[in-house]
């Protein structure tokens, strides 16, 4: 069946650095487009970030561009998130999604992990 692990957050000091990674298994993953989203507490999921299956073109929101890099790595089915200079506005579960026609539409993704927590203290 399909899986999607994530893994990497952690509590961090404002401006510190965290890499996340999502392992993937069940599905040809070098066929999937894959995405990273967000959701704060109260607030909605958000689109952070999306590379398409052979990681030629990357997509991000405004809101990290410049800071979070996305990657992958097909020979090892894992997509990363590498995350710089964060901000206390960048404390929510983060969670990786596979499909994605629409890259920052989080319906157009059918398959989902179950997040890992980001906190980022001021």
Known sequence: ?????????GLV???GSLRLSCAASGF???SYNMGWFRQAPG?????????ISNGGNTYYS?????RFTISRDNAKNTVYLQMNSLKPEDTAVYYCAAGGIYYSRDYSYPYWGQGTQVTVSS
């Open 13 to 15: 000091q404002a401006g």
């Open 62 to 66: 405004d809101s990290v561009k410049g």
């Open 1 to 9: 069946q399909v899986q999607l692990v994530e893994s990497g957050g």
């Open 28 to 30: 040809r993953f070098s």
């Open 43 to 51: 607030k909605e999921r958000e689109f952070v970030a999306h590379i």
